[in-house]
């Protein structure tokens, strides 16, 4: 229809415009924040560079729903002071209709928005952030010593000297298997245990093992079915603290499944998980949002609708505060926690576009 294409003609030039401008500011914020360092460190130019551009997706990310909210109500309330919505009206064509290509272009860039997330702005991050800390002298260390880590609800517990993140290798690591009841079964020991990408399981090298009979512990032959069961990922391992929000869906997955095999809390983690397939939604509200909110009055509609807009989507940010904190702790289910404000502002989105001017 000749109105799709005519509103899809103004709005995604200003959209991608928008976009490239915010996520330029955002990257040059970054620089100016660390230029003083750079400089003091004697950074060479092509290297800030490089660490601008593995920026750049992550800027994306987050310029997209404020390049699209302010795309939508900056072309809605264009065409409110034009009169060119009253004309639209009286050919018979409702609001709903109208914006229904805007609806549809919000909801693809949303699931757009989840992908580049897990599949580009995650590991560019990542690239960014480590070479960031190198160049400045902040490089962290993997490697581990004196860990011990607790799996498949308490029946498993590793123990190991020490972890070398380079080649994913335990080294003077004890295994220790309890029942149902949390009584030994056996331990083993082995010098070096390696990770097998392919099986996801460990490898042991020079292993013994100990098993309990009776009352005294005595050297057996190792069990396979013992050594099958060694599937914690080498990820737990690390000297580091995993933030679900800087890891992949798989990765968050991973490290959620050991918290929960190993008894340990996980609300706080798994409403963080959920809420990274819920939040890329917020595209889609706020242009749900532009568009309930544009042509309120009819002096200053683009300074008042672009207001409103925002006062809205800040109340999304507060309100999803609220109840990531209440999930938190466990006033609340994790999924709830994430999917709450997506729904609530999509029924508020819904009752503002049935009160709009038609």
């Known amino acids: 229809?000749?109105?799709?294409?005519?509103?899809?003609?103004?709005?995604?030039?200003?959209?991608?415009?928008?976009?490239?401008?915010?996520?330029?500011?955002?990257?040059?914020?970054?620089?100016?924040?660390?230029?003083?360092?750079?400089?003091?460190?004697?950074?060479?130019?092509k290297q800030v560079l490089t660490v601008m551009l593995y920026y750049i997706p992550k800027t994306v990310w987050y310029a997209a729903p404020i390049a699209f909210l302010f795309s939508v109500t900056y072309i809605l309330s264009d065409l409110y002071a034009s009169?060119?919505?009253?004309?639209?009206?009286?050919?018979?064509?409702?609001?709903?209709?109208?914006?229904?290509?805007?609806?549809?272009?919000?909801?693809?860039?949303?699931?757009?928005?989840?992908?580049?997330?897990?599949?580009?702005?995650?590991?560019?991050?990542?690239?960014k952030q480590t070479l960031q800390k190198t160049l400045l002298g902040e490089q962290e260390n993997a490697n581990n010593d004196n860990i011990v880590v607790i799996s498949d609800n308490s029946k498993i517990i590793y123990k190991a000297k020490r972890y070398r993140d380079s080649t994913k290798r335990l080294e003077n690591v004890y295994?220790?298997?309890?029942?149902?009841?949390?009584?030994?079964?056996?331990?083993?020991?082995?010098?070096?245990?390696?990770?097998?990408?392919?099986?996801?399981?460990?490898?042991?090298?020079?292993?013994?093992?100990?098993?309990?009979i009776g009352d005294t512990l005595e050297i057996t032959s190792v069990d396979k079915n013992l050594t099958a069961r060694l599937t914690e990922s080498y990820e737990i391992f690390r000297k580091s603290t995993v933030n679900i929000e800087s890891v992949t869906v798989q990765e968050a997955k991973i490290y959620i499944e050991h918290l929960q095999k190993a008894g340990l809390p996980f609300y706080e983690q798994l409403s963080v998980y959920y809420k990274k397939f819920a939040f890329p939604f917020i595209l889609f509200i706020s242009g749900f949002l532009a568009v309930g909110v544009t042509g309120k009055t009819r002096k200053n509609v683009l300074l008042i609708s672009l207001s409103l807009s925002i006062v809205a989507v800040v109340l999304f940010y507060v309100f999803q505060m609220i109840t990531m904190v209440l999930a938190k702790t466990e006033v609340i289910t994790p999924l709830m926690g994430a999917w709450l404000p997506d729904i609530v502002f999509t029924v508020i989105a819904v009752f503002l576009l049935r009160f709009s001017r038609t």
């Open 83 to 127: 009169n060119e919505m009253v004309a639209l009206f009286a050919s018979g064509i409702s609001l709903l209709k109208f914006i229904i290509p805007i609806l549809i272009l919000g909801l693809a860039s949303s699931f757009g928005m989840f992908f580049l997330e897990d599949k580009l702005v995650v590991s560019t991050l990542e690239k």
């Open 175 to 212: 295994f220790i298997f309890r029942d149902d009841e949390k009584n030994l079964e056996a331990i083993i020991f082995s010098s070096s245990a390696l990770w097998n990408e392919e099986k996801e399981v460990w490898n042991l090298q020079n292993a013994t093992q100990y098993t309990k």
């Open 1 to 45: 229809m000749k109105f799709v294409q005519y509103l899809i003609r103004k709005l995604l030039p200003f959209f991608l415009g928008s976009l490239i401008f915010i996520a330029l500011i955002l990257n040059l914020v970054d620089l100016f924040m660390n230029i003083s360092r750079y400089l003091e460190e004697n950074v060479p130019a």
